[in-house]
T-cell receptor, first 115, second 112 residues
Framework: GAVVSQHPSRVICKSGTSVKIECRSL??????MFWYRQFPKQSLMLMAT?????????EQGVEKDKFLINHASLTLSTLTVTSAHPEDSSFYIC???????????FGPGTRLTVT | GIQVEQSPPDLILQEGANSTLRCNFS?????LQWFHQNPWGQLINLFY???GTKQNGRLSATTVATERYSLLYISSSQTTDSGVYFC??????????????FGQGTTLQVKP
């Protein structure tokens, strides 16, 4: 399966600042990347679908101006949390897939804490 | 949208015991995956199984698509099996986007 990395693994930021999270597909050309958010003791909730070279598609209830997604290449997608607030504290996970491949492969996640 | 329900929500086993985890879904699916989320949060692919039966070591899975359920079997459980097990489905109504809908998970604790 694909090897996916995320950076940083853990970040603490102050309220009102912006944070960028990178998702890299290390051995796999990912035409599609997904971003999920997971609160403690809960399941994964899909935030957005990102196709290489085009605008991301956001799920209902996810603010696209707050969670900026860029998928500039087949190996890199970024999620920027703008003007972060404590309620944005969560575990953010990306996944990758490609073309006719149906399986998704997940990164190790980024734990964001906003103080 | 599709509903994905997993049972049981929590499970405690003694090392060496066997278990069956269930995933029910409310509509036809064209993709079903089982994952294990370890204590550090990493999701590990266990099975891609939209239908049929697969086995990998001590784990096996069966999906009966016509009856809208999937089962994950864990035999001779080990403490390293502890964590949360998720099933996730993609359904045709999502427009072939590849989007996965996750169940709420089964939290497994294996005691030595």
């Amino acid at each position: 399966g694909a090897v996916v990395s995320q950076h940083p693994s853990r970040v603490i930021c102050k309220s009102g600042t912006s944070v960028k999270i990178e998702c890299r597909s290390l051995d796999f050309q990912a035409t599609t990347m997904f971003w999920y958010r997971q609160f403690p003791k809960q399941s994964l909730m899909l935030m957005a679908t990102s196709n290489e070279g085009s605008k991301a598609t956001y799920e209902q209830g996810v603010e696209k101006d707050k969670f900026l997604i860029n998928h500039a290449s087949l190996t890199l997608s970024t999620l920027t949390v703008t003007s972060a607030h404590p309620e944005d504290s969560s575990f953010y996970i990306c996944s990758v897939t490609s073309g006719g491949l149906r399986e998704q492969y997940f990164g190790p996640g980024t734990r964001l804490t906003v103080t | 949208g599709i509903q994905v329900e997993q049972s049981p929500p929590d499970l405690i086993l003694q090392e060496g015991a066997n278990s069956t985890l269930r995933c029910n879904f409310s509509d036809s699916v064209n993709n079903l995956q089982w994952f294990h989320q370890n204590p550090w949060g990493q999701l590990i692919n266990l099975f891609y199984i939209p239908s049929g039966t697969k086995q990998n070591g001590r784990l096996s899975a069966t999906t009966v698509a016509t009856e809208r359920y999937s089962l994950l079997y864990i035999s001779s459980s080990q403490t390293t099996d502890s964590g949360v097990y998720f099933c996730a489905v993609e359904y045709p109504g999502s427009g072939n986007t590849g989007k996965l809908i996750f169940g709420q998970g089964t939290t497994l604790q294996v005691k030595p």
